[in-house]
């Protein structure tokens, strides 16, 4: 039967007072106050959820401030592995600004166009900070840092573009932003060890347009109960349907990833009407150009002070 609580307790989310207090833990009043009124008019978790679509094209009005504060508070009320908050968030609202860090994360317009931008970056300075402080060697690994980090500014990131949603304001995740991160970190004046991984813009929707959420690969492919279920042949199967799908509807075919990018030469063999999610899929992880991007990343993170191996290594400094 479907769970229906007979009716709502306390500290329901939807409860002025339980989302004023919960805003007070990082906010100051009167944001705490503001964001409490702005939830009674947001959209409903679920259904804000799975209504989810990326917003490329935006409006130049900006972000007003008691938005900008819930989305604040998003970003920093999630999870967070053994309480080390091991990120750092930058907000971005000066245009000029956003320019320059448009043209760094891969000539992104909409990282231009939208009116604000949030720089998620994994934070691997505070802690060690705090480690020699206390008067301890700081023997963390690395890679392990690095991993539990990106998962913790990820789920702000994801809050924040919920909360935005539902509020009317449109959201796009930035991967490009690892690509640029040396120069993205300059840009930004950050220590080293902070590394900018993931950004989000945000603004109204050019035209009042929300974007159809796009199609998501079969479920059994995705979520297995208890243990792996799937036979190697079930798998194919599912890919397949789902890829004769996409190309039926010309899902991928905005997004189809140029031939020219593939390093082989000639005219693209894949007609249009032809081009689905399993061509989409090989020509995103085949393609020539990930090749220079990859040496990058292999040289920016060490070059902001992270270290990618050597469990147990003791930190010199």
């Not at 991993?147 to 995740?173: E, M, P």
Request: net charge negative; charged share 20%.
């Amino acid at each position: 039967m479907p769970h229906r609580p007979d009716r709502p307790t306390a500290t329901a989310p939807r409860d002025p007072d339980a989302v004023r207090h919960a805003a007070a833990t990082v906010l100051d009043p009167a944001d705490a106050d503001a964001v409490a009124a702005l939830a009674a008019h947001s959209a409903g978790t679920l259904a804000t959820v799975l209504t989810h679509a990326s917003v490329r094209r935006f409006t130049a009005d900006p972000v007003p401030d008691d938005v900008l504060a819930a989305l604040e508070a998003a970003l920093v009320r999630g999870p967070t592995s053994s309480a080390l908050h091991s990120y750092t968030h930058v907000v971005v609202r000066d245009a000029e600004r956003r320019r320059r860090l448009a043209t760094l994360a891969g000539d992104q317009r909409w990282i231009a166009e939208a009116p604000l931008l949030v720089v998620g970056c994994a934070d691997l300075r505070r802690a060690r900070t705090i480690a020699h402080a206390q008067g301890y060697r700081y023997t963390a690994h690395d890679l392990r840092m690095l991993v539990s980090a990106t998962a913790d500014l990820t789920i702000g990131l994801q809050n924040a573009s919920l909360v935005a949603q539902s509020l009317g304001y449109g959201t796009v995740l930035l991967g490009g932003v690892l690509n640029g991160a040396l120069e993205i970190a300059s840009e930004l004046g950050l220590p080293e060890r902070i590394v900018p991984l993931v950004g989000l813009s945000v603004g109204r929707p050019a035209d009042d347009r929300w974007p159809a959420p796009r199609p998501r690969l079969p479920l059994p492919l995705l979520v297995h109960h208890e243990q792996w279920s799937l036979t190697a042949d079930e798998e194919q199967a599912l890919l397949a349907a789902h890829d004769a799908e996409t190309r039926a509807q010309g899902t991928y075919e905005g997004r189809r990833i140029p031939w020219a990018a593939m390093g082989r030469g000639g005219t693209d063999p894949v007609a249009v009407g032809d081009y689905g999610v399993l061509e989409h899929v090989g020509r995103k992880q085949g393609r020539a150009t990930w090749a220079p991007q990859g040496a990058k990343v292999d040289v920016d993170l060490p070059a902001l002070g992270l270290k990618v191996h050597g469990t147990g290594d003791v930190d010199p400094t």
